[in-house]
């Protein structure tokens, strides 16, 4: 696409977001670079178009522009960190990133927010900090770019890299038991990617958003949204063929159905256990925790046990 076209593209998408110049371009650029921007009168050199086009939900794909050589091989070196943590090869990634840590000071604020992101993962992953932890370097690096960004004030707008840095906040303040504000974390992340161009990318993202803000929800009581979040997080793993989560979101709903106890509830909930059942005997899930938990809901609400503590499937 030539600047003309790339302007016009961002300014119609802008407009029927209904957000503002500065939404989109805090942290990126300034509003009056971005005018500019919008007018295809600036001819970007390096990620700045990238970061736009992901706070506008865009695909980059449709791009062709020259980024800067060194910048990109930074960016991959951080990527393949990344992907190697989240694989479990922990000493890969953590030798991935000290190839660069010299360079650290004179990374760009995106970069530098990428760097802190994998260094903070494999922190939390290999127990050498805290939840605790985890939750103040993943605000910390979400401040790189979005300065004033707090729990009260939630960026409407994000690149790929902050809406993972968000999920982070979220899952710390989870496991801190803090469901209210992951609630509203979770509702936010979920909203910019209902907002994403590129559906089936979003559904895939969207999976593991209504998933743990299902688990929140339910464990606040508020049943009739886990149900609905977690029926939304089933339908997206059906869209994009993540098998793996479907029994997941499946038992965040039984879970809650057999909780709010209306009329039907229960016969619902028994359905979908009698639908989960015939997935205990594939090899391609991991269901002890989940058959656990289903067993803990026959006994209590079926064949009346005392009840017990809701179970946790990870």
Known sequence: MDKIAIGKLIKERLKSLKKSQSDVCIGICDISTYSRIERGLVD???????HLFERLGLPTEVLSISIDEHDEAIRQVIRQ??????????????????????EYEGLTSAN?????????????EDGT????????N????????????SVDNLPTLMTDVEALILRYIANSYAVAEDYNIAISIYYRLKSVEDNKVDKYTASKKLVHICYNLSKCLGEVGRYDECI???????????????ICMIPSCMYNCIWALVRRDMLGDKEEAKRLIDELSGLYTSKTWNLGGIKAGINDILNTYYIHSSPSSPSSTG
């Open 44 to 50: 970007t050199k390096d990620d700045t178009l990238i």
């Open 81 to 102: 960190a990344s992907q190697a943590c989240v694989h479990g090869k922990r000493d890969q990634a953590l030798a991935l990133l000290e190839s660069i840590s010299n």
């Open 112 to 124: 530098k927010q990428r760097y802190d992101t994998v260094d903070t993962m494999i922190a939390y």
């Open 129 to 136: 900090i805290t939840n605790k932890d985890r939750l103040t």
């Open 138 to 149: 993943m605000e910390k690096a979400m401040r790189l770019t979005n300065p004033s960004y």
């Open 228 to 242: 609905d979040v977690a029926k939304e997080g089933t339908l997206c793993c059906e869209y994009t063929d993540n």
